[in-house]
């Protein structure tokens, strides 16, 4: 290459400049897209009864909370969440197409303080390129296990898996047969459970799916169990007028699921439903016992998803967020239980 006479001196002025600008862009690999790090700012939660000091919800006991905000426009539509370490780091999707990863800070007394290191990468396509329909980035539902995010996306209804990099996720390498019928499923009704089953139970770790709100013909909710040595379709019974948002499987093998309702005159609420562990099984219609119902009285939102994790003392831990829907009216919660068992 030659440069004018006189140039030499610009040039490598701006080739140092250039050097700097990709030195400190967002590392971005083929395939994949920049992970953009998230200011999140945290309000501590002290009461879950708003205006009352009491604690105790049945078997549930609340440990505390936060309310976020961010500057970011994509921040926020948050629909599931998995701990990749036992309340700490975490892992979830939104449902505007894009994974998130963070960590969750406490105080000393262990309860939740802030988040830190909080951080978005938009989902990409098996090209690479990022997915902006709605259509196709609705993801609703999360399961992890062995190094594997499972995702349920509704809308475009699958099931697909991820290597889990926090680093730089790259395309789904695989979708799983979800059994129950593409033509049962509503649009906006998808599965919003993806759960591993307790790996010492019937199902030996395999993965669960319940949908929202998508009825068979007796108005219960369609369900399977795609992975495991008992495959098959089954439902849940729905109670009342509450949709499913999210579920995980706790140590003795029971489901909990976490329900919302919603209407104008009584506006949000949302519910804890246990669901016995025998009963998910194929052809069963499972149930069982509601552990909390909560309404605007309390620090509620748009409740989307839910994770049950053991904390260090042994205590079982159930820790809810919220989906914003990015909305001005409705707020980014974290909440936190201890469930007291029997």
Request: aromatic fraction near 8%; charge should be negative; hydrophobic fraction near 40%.
């Amino acid at each position: 290459m030659s440069f004018p006479r006189g140039g030499f001196r610009r040039t490598a002025v701006a080739v140092i400049a250039l050097l700097a600008v990709v030195a400190w862009a967002p590392a971005v690999s083929a395939g994949s897209t920049p992970v953009e790090p998230i200011e999140v700012s945290a309000r501590p939660i002290t009461e879950f009864h708003i205006g009352h000091s009491d604690k105790q919800f049945g078997p549930l006991e609340f440990v505390g909370g936060l309310e976020t905000t961010s500057p970011s426009r994509d921040f926020g539509a948050l629909s599931a969440f998995r701990f990749l370490k036992a309340g700490s780091d975490f892992i979830g999707v939104a449902d505007t197409g894009y994974w998130f990863f963070g960590t969750l800070a406490r105080d000393a007394a262990g309860r939740p303080a802030g988040i830190r290191n909080f951080r978005m990468q938009q989902m990409v396509d098996k090209a690479g390129l990022p997915i902006d329909k709605k259509s196709q980035a609705d993801a609703e539902g999360l399961a992890v296990k062995d190094g594997i995010a499972t995702v349920g996306f509704e809308r475009n209804h699958r099931v697909a898996q991820y290597r889990i990099d926090p680093a730089d996720m790259k395309a789904s390498y695989r979708q799983l047969d979800f059994l129950v019928p593409a033509r049962e499923l509503r649009q906006n009704r998808g599965f919003e459970t993806v759960a591993h089953a307790n790996a010492n139970g019937q199902h030996q770790g395999g993965l669960v799916v319940v949908s929202e709100k998508s009825l068979d013909k007796a108005g219960n909710i369609y369900a399977a169990i795609i992975q495991g040595p008992h495959k098959g379709t089954f439902t849940v019974k729905r109670n009342g007028d509450f949709d499913i948002t999210d579920g995980a499987f706790l140590p003795d093998g029971d489901l909990l699921l976490l329900e919302r309702s919603f209407s104008m005159i009584g506006g949000v609420k949302m519910r804890l439903r246990r669901i016995y562990g025998e009963s998910v099984e194929k052809g069963a219609v499972a149930d069982g016992p509601v552990l909390l119902e909560a309404d605007m009285g309390y620090q509620i939102d748009n409740m989307e998803a839910l994770d049950a994790w053991t904390r260090d003392d042994g205590a079982l831990m159930v820790s809810l967020l919220s989906d914003d829907n990015h909305s001005i009216l409705q707020r980014n919660l974290y909440l936190e239980f201890i469930l007291h068992q029997d």
